[in-house]
């Protein structure tokens, strides 16, 4: 893909620099804040929110309202009768027979044990050897043993997800993002598939068009298409999707050409974006804010790929750049969200525990304005719920209990190191075994994934009166691959729009956080020869006379 | 409620009793199924199938295909096309950079452990004493340690959940369904909740009416809503809903009065039914299928309380009906389900593990026809993906490797005696302190409700020209209760219809799953005061003059 452009100036939208915002939240304020609240109330489905747990908002601005933006769907959401009767629970000595919630004594667990790393001693091998048990009884609170307890986990819980992790999360993305509006609240998922689902059947009607990378994530367009909304790519650099495409392609919008309104919401990955792996850089992400300004547009920020972004690559053969030696350096070396530029409140910032704990706790939790926020919970009441309490109790003693967000920090740092040492593998094999005549691509700075393009010119059937095309050449070189023994993904599964997109280029994705070292490198090895295979250099010259990345 | 209508024959359908189904697996059967068929294809993100685990399905019908009845929405979703190369994964010595799934290394838990009850001691402080630990490691299935490990659970699995988990229930279902067509499969959900917000999308589109019990389950109702679709409500008796009512509403369907097309979907409680406690008998079943048949309607059998069927109510100081003796016994005394006798394949059963094990699992499953779980499955994979590995890991080794199904079927009849003791001991209250000649009640055969019915004519407004109408006593009395300290369910937050319904009786709901026996029977005595109270008769003569239950 071409490098990034220059950045754009958009006229006519605030400058969102110029809005004094009260420091970020630090890890010392945490402790300082807690004490001062107090005991936790998070017994049995007891209701919580941000507020509780948020610092002084002081001179931050209130949200825009999204009254015109919410659905049909979403507006016709009342508040459960059952769950509006809770507020009679507080009364002292009060006995409820109202809500089916099951008695604790019929839940067949007495206590849950989980190993950890101790921070900083983070890997496998540290685990087996210092490594601690987390212990969660049935009725610990009660027994003075803790904020949280399977009395309390294993029963129904409230659609914003349970009071002990609403906490943590809370706590952890005043750290990180510090929203520059005051009534930001979040929710937990069950993952970030789901609450994008969700996120679209607040914002979007059947025939509406979401903006998102020209290449994006498949899921989400398969997510999006049975709701009826499809998909519209932007252009992408090096950088990711390109500001001024966006505001061309909004401000040049024919709703009766396209048979659809104006678009209203933009989805972007904007670090380590998949497939591509492209990072918005700081000025990129403040011009496409302004963009949506200028043609309010709300914004689906998904980062599961956030805190895997990785130390700068410094090339094949060069010596590492330095870790980050304190979470505070390490924070400040991370590109600021989408959330702690959103002075307006026109981010739904969607974060999961997929990629930086495990997928299989199916957790994740969703930052936002409280009116949106509000239906996401209305909806969570009569859909999903809230995630596993199993996992909310192990998470919540994980990072909460055991880690703290300092821990939690310095668990973030191992990953990008190891996320970076696996990059560089993948970057040293292709150095080493990829025909650069032919296979070019950019070092990712996030994520997972290596997005490798093809010149599909140097095919052999280029120069004769019947070229392939883009689309056969990707089907040789896919099923060559198998026929090497490398599964790599098709660019074309990734395309934005499902019919009618050309494609120019000639794209394949491949994955550096699932294989071995070993098996990477050879698997890289194989996909070398399946290229020299299709487009006739088996003999090996591209290596030599390459001119890619 | 009425006592139950005499049964019914309904002319022009199949008779379900006559086609010879073979023999239900039993629990024998299954461990010489699981000998036969080897070892478990468990691996991470493995595809799997209930058919993997069935037994044969000699003389079965197919079910009937419902491409007619499949939404819009649902026809959309395609398989996806990145799950859809895993087919490669098959191929001996391929390396897959495909995916973007996380490498185990990375997640940051070595060991899980559950402590549970050992069969058949299954009290909390039988555990204490005796229960047993079991332990998962991360790498348990490469170590020979067993057929899943947390490198599996915690990673991303397929939409249809773990072949662990799904070999299970698919037995679990055999064993007391034994399903009389033989292409039904099974699909976990994240909770029942989820399931029809799914099956309703399936089924239905916006402007849809769905039969159900003119009282249900107000999540459901709110639920279906958003998307556009009403529940209308047949008239119900002791038995639950009438099968004649849902016939003549059915056959008298007037589209254009309407507004709607005739209704192409029941949801219904059978057992326990949520809010009235009404079990719907063998008989009454039949007569409700047979006019689905009649009318070609889906049947959605929402069954959480399937297995809180409880011992027969033997009235106050009378000595209890003996518990079962066997597994065999007590799977004989349950009612079979709508899954047994659907030859057709027009039923979607709704199981959920919330209230035999715990809600906090938030897992579930469901049981239908390939064609309609296929479409389940996609819809999973665009949304909730699949529970908890974390619960799905904790209930497998739980159910499967230590209890077994043995086990399990002895802690359902466990639980059967300790809802049939909780709900002894709130009928016991209920003929102590309520006023007979004002509230009036059936015991429940199964579920955690009691449905109460208060005889609104006894009201004092009654006689003068101005009685409160029902809503306004209702108003009346749960207000009372709430100021005697007991907190009830209104009636009309439960009415299947949202406007134009016009109640008839006044009832109130009590759980009696969740408070412990002392406050039950305390709350009982404060809700007849409060009864009292309203109606003017808070000398008590009530108790000694009842004319109830």
């Known amino acids: 893909m071409a490098p990034p452009a220059a950045s754009v100036d958009i006229e006519g939208v605030t400058d969102t620099q110029a809005i004094v915002i009260p420091d970020a939240l630090t890890i010392n304020g945490v402790s300082a804040r807690r004490a001062k609240a107090g005991k936790l109330n ?44 809770a507020k009679y629970l507080g009364q002292p000595g009060l006995i409820s027979l109202g809500g089916g919630l099951p008695c ?23 685990c087996k050897e210092s490594g601690v048990v987390l212990r969660s009884g049935k009725y610990d609170v009660s027994e003075g043993k803790g904020a949280y307890d399977l009395s309390i986990a294993l029963n129904y819980g409230l659609g914003s997800g349970s009071a002990q992790l609403i906490r943590f999360v809370t706590e952890h993305t005043e750290i990180v993002c510090n929203p520059p509006y005051e009534d930001w609240h979040c929710a937990l998922s069950v993952g970030s598939t789901s609450s994008l689902e969700q996120a679209l059947r607040i914002f979007c009607e059947r025939g509406d068009y979401v903006l998102s990378e ?64 492209a990072t918005q850089g700081t000025i990129r992400r403040q011009a496409i804010y302004k963009v949506a300004q200028k043609h309010d547009i709300y914004i689906f920020e998904d980062e599961p790929y956030y805190f895997l972004q990785m130390q700068p690559y410094t090339g094949p053969n060069s010596p590492p750049v330095p870790a980050p030696k ?12 989408y959330l702690s530029m959103d002075t307006d409140g026109r981010v739904m910032r969607m974060d999961s525990f997929s990629k930086v704990i495990a997928p299989g706790t ?31 109790i192990l998470l919540y003693k994980i990072l ?26 993948i970057l040293a094999a292709c150095e080493t075994f990829l025909p650069k005549n032919i296979v070019s691509w950019n070092p990712p700075m996030a994520g997972m994934f290596l997005w490798m393009t093809l010149d599909h010119t140097r095919h052999p059937s280029y120069p004769t009166s019947t070229p392939l095309s883009i689309k056969e050449i990707e089907d040789e070189v ?72």
Chains 1, 2 share one sequence.
């Open 400 to 425: 909460d209990e055991s880690w703290g967000h300092d821990g939690y920090l310095k668990w973030l740092i191992n990953l990008r190191l190891e996320y970076t040492r696996r990059r560089d593998v």
């Open 104 to 126: 604790a004594e019929n839940f067949p667990i007495e206590e849950i044990t989980v190993k950890v790393p101790a921070p900083p001693h983070f890997s496998e091998q540290a």
């Open 214 to 277: 020209e290449y994006t994530f498949a899921s989400a367009v398969e997510t999006a298409l049975p709701l009826g909304i499809k998909f519209l790519g932007v252009k992408m650099d090096a950088e990711g999707l390109i500001a001024e495409s966006m505001d061309e392609l909004l401000t040049n919008w024919d709703a009766s050409a396209r048979e659809a309104r104006k678009p209203r919401v933009l989805y972007t990955v904007p670090s380590g974006q998949n497939p591509t792996g």
């Open 478 to 549: 896919f099923l060559a691959s198998v026929g090497h023994g490398v599964l790599v993904s098709r660019g074309s599964w990734f395309t934005a729009e499902r019919s009618g997109f050309e494609a120019k280029e000639l794209f394949f994705r491949a994955t550096f956080a699932a294989a071995t070292e070993e098996k990477m490198t050879e698997a890289i090895e194989r996909f070398g020869s399946a290229v020299r295979g299709v487009f006739g250099t088996a003999n090996g010259n591209g290596v030599a006379n390459g001119n890619g990345a």
């Open 42 to 85: 998070g017994g049995t489905a007891a209701f919580t929110s941000s507020d509780f747990f948020k610092g002084p908002s002081s001179g931050k601005p209130k949200a825009k309202r999204w009254d015109n933006y919410i659905s049909l769907e979403s507006r016709s959401r009342q508040p459960s009768s059952l769950k509006g009767a």
């Open 362 to 392: 199916r957790v994740g939790w969703v930052t936002a304005s409280e009116q949106i926020i509000e239906r996401f919970v209305r909806h969570n009441e009569c859909g999903v719920q809230n995630p596993s309490g199993i996992s909310q």
């Open 326 to 337: 304190t979470n505070e350096e390490f924070l400040k070396a991370l590109i600021p969200t």
